[in-house]
């Protein structure tokens, strides 16, 4: 008891072979308190009963997780989908072969340590405890999974936290304070890391250098590189260059779904990592953990789970459209530095667009 209120607590004063006592209790309990949500305001009206508290942020994420689908947004990213590379039918056979015993021990031991479980409450040190006797059934509950075109309900079932985005108490006060960060249960994880390994395979033909998130080799520190290169040239000589952070609105929540799927369909991405993508997002739902209580659920039509191994690579993709909107279009004139002209840069939804002119700055924003 007094051992798992020391992991709840996320206590690290513990040394190896310390017995934890009752101290471990008041730390859970001081930590749970940490996290609780008083009060929210809205309409001007400052709310501090618990039960109305949570219903209100759920009808914010009900509106905000429902489908946001339009046809207009729909058609116009429709065609900027055309923008995106194909994989060569070589590489999309290579991404067909079946899921293998190794993949999912793979998968299974990359998983990190000391992390909140899902609805389930089953972490990740117990799979990799028993991982020769749990490997063999996750490999047939894959390949049913497959054979039905479904991933058994408690794949699709998630808790979502919370996460102050300030310290700032009257920001905290809103809805729009506050992070989503999805909890899956372990099993999924581990199917979401085996999509996660075959995309990282090809992501590197598919998204380009602009993007460095999720992608292994790439390193933000690029970006920034890049950018400090820019103002230092810009600097030392007469030119010129609007530099425009976006900020794109929770881009990760309002990822539109049947967009996502037709993204993926058109770069060629085969027949295990689509599929296995449609069926995480098909027919999911979540309930938030608030003030210690589970709401009822809600359903989830749009986003991408903040807290999945597979959403950063996801995103990548669903944003490159836009990236390349913005590298090809002639109306935006970019920075040429060491002879490549740099037009964008981003790190998940942090994008920057680099304008030689006003034009460009009119058009880039046009296009956004």
Known sequence: RYQGAVVRARAEKYFLGEQPTKRAMEEEKRYAMSKEIPEIEQNSVLIQDKAII??????????????NETSKDYEYLKELVSLLPQLDQQSTKELEEPFSIDEIEKAVDALPNKKT???????????????????????????EAYATNSLPPSF??????????TDDKQKLLHVTGYRPITLCNVD????????????????CDLVGNHQTCGIRGRAIQTNVHIARSVLECVTDSSNQIAILQIDL??????????????????????????????????NCYTSLVINNNVTTKIPVRSSVRQGCPLSPLLFTLYLEPLCQSIKRSEQVQGYV????????QAYADDVAYFCKDKKSVTH?????
């Open 188 to 203: 999924y994880k581990i199917f979401a890391k085996m999509l996660t390994n075959r995309l990282q395979r090809v992501i």
């Open 117 to 143: 479980p899902g609805p389930d409450g089953i972490t990740a040190e117990f799979y990799k405890l028993r991982k020769n006797i749990l490997c063999p059934i996750l490999l047939a509950i894959f390949q």
């Open 54 to 67: 949570a219903n209100v942020f759920c009808e914010h994420y009900k509106e905000l997780f429902g489908n």
């Open 156 to 165: 699709l079932r998630t808790h979502t936290i919370l996460i102050p985005k």
């Open 364 to 368: 880039a924003i046009e296009l956004t």
């Open 249 to 282: 609105a929770k881009a990760f929540d309002r990822v539109c779904h049947s967009v996502l799927f037709t993204i993926l369909s058109y770069v060629g991405v085969g027949n295990m990592i689509f599929e296995g993508v449609k069926m995480s997002y098909s």
């Open 337 to 344: 530095l060491c002879k490549t002209e740099i037009k964008v």
